[in-house]
């Protein structure tokens, strides 16, 4: 099958920048997705990277940004919800559109947020990562928004206005862009409840009845994001050539586990480009 991006990058950190530039050297199509931040850009000051020294992590990423730039490499902002392995070709869900991608390259970091009992079980049977993807599904229905994400209350109101019964679940204060008539409580998920669907939400000191759980967060753990996808301690197993279990996905940088350092990123971008670039050649031919 023909599709339109030889490869899609999740990830716009060290790993994620350095496996774009590398790929578009290698005369592929690219498209590097990221979602607002990264760990990187908080360092206060990185010492430890051949040639970079005395630089703010802040300073850093800028000089990263401003290569791929150069190279006409866009950063598109957003959230990747799912990616579907489709035999020769791949559908990643990113901010409710699809896009169709000869390989995939996961460059995620490191997921801080820990799977709640009961997600991984019914993700796609009452749980979802999208609202502007799956809201339909819950016109009518009650539906609870987990917000760990900037854009959370933006999407919980999107689900208010097509006629979904929402309430939003984050910690600290009710963000002011909310709409006034959404119920907002503060506090987080422990744990979502029910046998073939969602049926209820455990809040801790509340259990809610519901349909549907959105859980919003800028980053999704590796075993959701991609079904069948093999980790070992929350990291991505991968060969020494970035492969990951699923042909044609690869993995680098942090989210393949220690040492969570730079040069590690870059360099495992590197190799993931370049294998990543071989696999379309060798499906094209």
């Not at 896009?99 to 019914?122: D, M």
């Not at 996808?229 to 991968?238: C, D, M, Q, S, V």
């Not at 942090?254 to 190799?271: H, R």
Request: with cysteine; aromatic share 6%.
């Amino acid at each position: 099958m023909s599709v339109s991006t030889d490869i899609v990058i999740i990830g716009g950190g060290p790993a994620g920048m350095s496996a774009a530039v590398n790929a578009v050297a290698r005369g592929k199509s690219v498209r590097l997705l990221s979602s607002e931040g990264n760990n990187l850009e908080r360092a206060e000051m990185v010492d430890n990277y051949l040639g970079f020294y005395k630089l703010t992590g802040a300073e850093l990423m800028l000089k990263f940004a401003e290569h791929t730039a150069a190279l006409g490499i866009t950063h598109e902002k957003g959230r990747a919800a799912n990616i579907m392995p489709l035999g020769d070709y791949f559908m990643v869900n990113f901010a409710g559109d699809i896009i169709e991608a000869a390989t995939v390259i996961l460059a995620i970091g490191v997921a801080k947020a820990r799977v709640v009992p009961g997600e991984e079980e019914l993700l796609g049977r009452g749980i979802s990562y999208c609202a502007t993807c799956d809201g339909m599904l819950y016109r009518g229905k009650k539906a609870m928004v987990w917000g760990l994400a900037p854009d959370a209350a933006e999407e919980t109101n999107f689900l208010n206005s097509i006629g979904v019964d929402v309430k939003m679940v984050a910690k600290g204060e009710r963000p002011s862009e909310l709409n006034p008539s959404i119920p907002f409580i503060s506090g987080a998920l422990k744990a979502v409840i029910g046998d073939d669907s969602v049926k209820a939400v455990d809040l801790g000191d509340a259990t809610l009845e519901t349909d549907g759980v959105f859980i919003l967060r800028n980053a999704i753990a590796p075993s959701t994001l991609v079904s069948g996808l093999e980790t070992e301690n929350g990291f991505i197993k991968t060969s020494t050539r970035m492969e990951t279990n699923i042909p044609g996905l690869f993995a680098a940088g942090d989210c393949t586990g220690s040492p969570l350092q730079i040069s590690k990123a870059v360099g495992e971008g590197l190799i993931a480009a370049q294998q990543a670039a071989k696999y379309v050649d060798k499906a094209k031919l």
